[in-house]
């Protein structure tokens, strides 16, 4: 009997625990403040004092993706990550004024962030759930949208971003014209593609321009296996991201820069098993803008 009743009170304060486990979801930020923070022509040298005030003006929308992040992953509380989300949702969190080029680069983070991260846990979304967060993601996919075709001027990884988070809402709803938009973002990017796989916009980044060939490459990856697109131009210019990442001296001769280092398996490891090649080995990759836990394959992604 006492055993019993031990169970019993194991069991309820493990309920309990659970319950309490899912916090109130945060007001959410309508409108987004984030500044730049690179003080050189190239966008490679940090100003700290910029970057300090940009993290602490973004810091509570980076605190709700990455709780989301974890509650829609392994070990988490789906139902809590939907309950956050659909919170959001109702109150039009990110769809007021943003103020800056650097806001639009975050809401186009977090989008791509949350309908990934969504995409673990829809199954698990009630109705009323999944037609708040998705008309949500639709809303935030057309602004996204309708600030990508009215840009002037180049095009670069920013725009490779734009494209995975319209393709990430695209998966989540099946609305073809996101997908379609991202096909187009794609297109665009493996035109840009030079003959020794590089990216010519990202060579322009003096020592970062091997941070920034991995910061471009990984949305392309995971938008290639969400829309199961195949592209030889794709597999130049991971083969030369992966290739500077091991050896950075090339990128730095040409640059005439010293490379910062920076690993790969961001890239690699949704290539490989879109493309049905070995994983490579590593420590595991957690990224909330990319659905958490890189090595568990995303229900968006296409398999090889």
């Not at 939907?82 to 039009?92: C, D, P, V, Y």
């Not at 800056?100 to 975050?106: R, T």
């Not at 791509?112 to 199954?123: E, M």
């Not at 996204?144 to 095009?155: E, I, L, N, S, V």
């Amino acid at each position: 009997m006492v055993k019993r009743l031990t169970s019993l009170f194991v069991l309820a304060l493990a309920a309990h625990a659970a319950a309490a486990a899912c916090e109130t979801p945060p007001p959410a930020r309508i409108d987004i403040d984030a500044n730049s923070y690179y003080s050189d022509a190239h966008h490679s040298v940090i100003d700290p004092v910029l970057r300090t005030r940009n993290i602490a003006n973004t810091k509570p929308i980076e605190d709700f993706l990455a709780h989301v992040a974890r509650d829609a992953n392994a070990g988490g509380d789906a139902a809590c990550a939907l309950s956050w989300m659909a919170s959001w949702g109702e109150q039009q969190a990110m769809l007021g004024k943003l103020s800056s080029e650097q806001a639009y680069y975050v809401r186009k983070w977090t989008l791509g962030g949350l309908a990934l991260n969504y995409a673990r846990v829809q199954t698990q979304a009630t109705a009323a759930q999944r037609a708040v967060v998705e008309s949500w993601f639709r809303a935030l996919a057309d602004a996204t949208m309708a600030h990508a075709d009215a840009k002037k001027g180049g095009r670069n990884n920013h725009y490779y971003w734009e494209g995975l988070a319209v393709t990430a809402v695209g998966g989540v709803t099946g609305d073809a014209r996101y997908l379609d938009w991202g096909r187009k973002v794609f297109a665009h990017a493996m035109s840009q593609v030079a003959a020794d796989g590089s990216l010519p916009p990202e060579m322009e980044r003096a020592g970062k321009a091997l941070h920034y060939h991995v910061f471009a490459v990984t949305p392309l990856v995971m938008m290639a296996s969400i829309l199961d697109l195949h592209d030889a131009r794709l597999d130049k210019v991971v083969s030369f991201t992966v290739a500077a990442s091991a050896d950075p001296s090339g990128i730095a001769r040409i640059t005439g820069v010293e490379q910062e280092p920076v690993g790969s398996r961001e890239v690699t490891v949704v290539y490989n098993r879109h493309e049905g090649k070995p994983p490579v080995p590593g420590k595991a990759l957690w990224q909330p803008r990319l659905g958490g836990a890189l090595d568990v394959p995303n229900p968006l992604e296409h398999l090889k």
